[in-house]
T-cell receptor, first 116, second 114 residues
Framework: AQKITQTQPGMFVQEKEAVTLDCTYD???????LFWYKQPSSGEMIFLIY??????QNATEGRYSLNFQKARKSANLVISASQLGDSAMYFC?????????????FGKGTSLLVTP | DTEVTQTPKHLVMGMTNKKSLKCEQH?????MYWYKQKAKKPPELMFV???????INESVPSRFSPECPNSSLLNLHLHALQPEDSALYLC?????????????FGPGTRLTVT
């Protein structure tokens, strides 16, 4: 079964606008972590933001924030004030306690294109 | 220094060749990982090393052989590869293997098997 679902294969946003990338997850664990990574065309995976299942506040890192809705099992990434350099593939990922924290389960990704 | 380095950046090899990919980190991280990523797909975990010991082998064919000579270095030895092994190979490290530890990725090695 798919652990991480990203339903938007591709998204467009205009420069300086905000954009939300969707992510839903499936787990029966109480303890888990959710991550977002950015992958530009160069290939490197860049860590953006982390949300723990017990964290009561939504995580924020600069222009990135994570809209964590535990009951709905969603962990959407919000990018504010988009920049041209934000054009990249974005992956949502989860680590579960039952995997002893080893494996990151990645979603299929969302390709974001920021236009001038 | 929050960098994971990988060499080479690109590699083309024939099916009978033997080559190695190298990964290095100097962040004092105790866990290191190899991932394989095909075009337009998410990364797939291949191996996990924790405290220089192989912890996870995700049923990877024996033509891929990992090695962790020390806590900073991770190698992936390649032998008798198939064209379908062509992919981006990503190395990552993390302070530990627990849930909250983000993984820091290197830039990857783009491998083409001819």
């Amino acid at each position: 079964a798919q652990k991480i679902t990203q339903t938007q294969p591709g998204m467009f946003v205009q420069e300086k606008e905000a954009v939300t990338l969707d992510c839903t997850y499936d787990t029966s664990d109480q303890s888990y972590g959710l991550f977002w990574y950015k992958q530009p065309s160069s290939g490197e995976m860049i860590f953006l933001i982390y949300q723990g299942s017990y964290d009561e506040q939504n995580a924020t890192e600069g222009r990135y924030s994570l809209n964590f809705q535990k009951a709905r099992k969603s962990a959407n990434l919000v990018i504010s004030a988009s920049q041209l350099g934000d054009s990249a593939m974005y992956f949502c990922a989860m680590r579960e306690d039952t995997n002893s924290g080893y494996a990151l389960n990645f979603g299929k990704g969302t390709s974001l294109l920021v236009t001038p | 220094d929050t960098e994971v380095t990988q060499t080479p950046k690109h590699l083309v090899m024939g099916m009978t060749n033997k080559k190695s990919l190298k990964c290095e980190q100097h962040m004092g991280h105790r866990a290191m990982y190899w991932y394989k990523q095909k075009a337009k797909k998410p990364p797939e975990l291949m191996f996990v090393y924790s405290y220089e010991k192989l912890s996870i082998n995700e049923s990877v064919p024996s033509r891929f052989s990992p090695e962790c000579p020390n806590s900073s270095l991770l190698n992936l030895h390649l032998h008798a590869l198939q064209p379908e092994d062509s992919a981006l190979y990503l190395c990552a490290s993390s302070p530990g293997t627990g849930i909250p530890y983000e993984q820091y990725f290197g830039p990857g090695t783009r491998l083409t098997v001819t």
